[in-house]
């Protein structure tokens, strides 16, 4: 089955400095990519997605690139705030079930 | 956002009883997913629920677990004879028809003692 794997496990940035968070996945079939971003103690929260047919989508400071052949996609903020800080995992999902498979998520600290 | 909700905030139990977890009021969506976690790591995925019926089930969720739908809207997951590894926090999920995108309740956090 689909497995996902994520790093850093933690990453430290100062205020208005981006922030990275890579994921590479195992099943060539998945065909979408959500980002969540939890706060403590909160549910995840949809941040951003990408579809297997885009390679890349903004909003913002969010970023999302995803690169089928070596199936990785990977998570960019621009000019992080303090409000930031959270943990963020990526996910991707195979055809057919629509059922999340979680990366180890990347707790994110920015400085102020 | 879709609004979905969790009864109970919190529940606590003695290992070997029963739990039910409630996901509540579901409105217009057919598609409901439960996934746990446990404190500090992933969220990890447990079964799949459409049309009143499992269409997909991870390995986590064994026996001791089933999901219904008993009247029409309210989404459960019920634990039998709870086990100290049970102890996670269990989030519910809904998507609707034609999208790929979930929206996660906030939560029960289940401590079993």
């Known amino acids: 089955g689909e497995n996902v794997e994520q790093h850093p496990s933690t990453l430290s940035v100062q205020e208005g400095d981006s922030a990275v968070i890579k994921c590479t996945y195992s099943?060539?079939?998945?065909?979408?990519f959500p980002w969540y971003k939890q706060e403590l103690g909160k549910r995840p929260q949809l941040i951003i997605d990408?579809?297997?047919?885009?390679g890349e989508k903004k909003d913002q400071r969010i970023a999302v690139t995803l690169n089928k052949t070596a199936k990785h996609f990977s998570l960019h903020i621009t000019e992080t705030q303090p409000e930031d800080s959270a943990v963020y995992f990526c996910?991707?999902?195979?055809?057919?079930?629509?059922?999340?498979?979680f990366g180890t998520g990347t707790r994110l600290k920015v400085l102020a | 956002e879709p609004e979905v909700t969790q009864t109970p905030s919190h529940q606590v139990t003695q290992m070997g009883q029963e739990v039910i977890l409630r996901c509540v009021p579901i409105?217009?969506?057919?598609?409901f997913y439960w996934y746990r976690q446990i404190l500090g790591q992933k969220v990890e995925f447990l079964v799949s629920?459409?049309?009143?019926?499992?269409?997909?089930k991870s390995e986590i969720f064994d026996d001791q677990f089933s999901v219904e739908r008993p009247d029409g809207s309210n989404f459960t997951l019920k634990i039998r004879s709870t086990k100290l590894e049970d102890s996670a926090m269990y989030f519910c999920?809904?998507?609707?028809?034609?999208?790929?995108?979930?929206?996660f309740g906030p939560g029960t956090r289940l401590t079993v003692l």
């Open positions: 409105s217009n969506h057919l598609y």
């Open positions: 996910a991707a999902s195979p055809p057919g079930t629509y059922k999340y498979i």
């Open positions: 099943d060539s079939a998945s065909n979408y």
């Open positions: 629920f459409y049309n009143n019926e499992i269409s997909e």
């Open positions: 999920a809904k998507r609707a028809s034609g999208s790929n995108e979930q929206f």
């Open positions: 990408i579809r297997s047919n885009v």
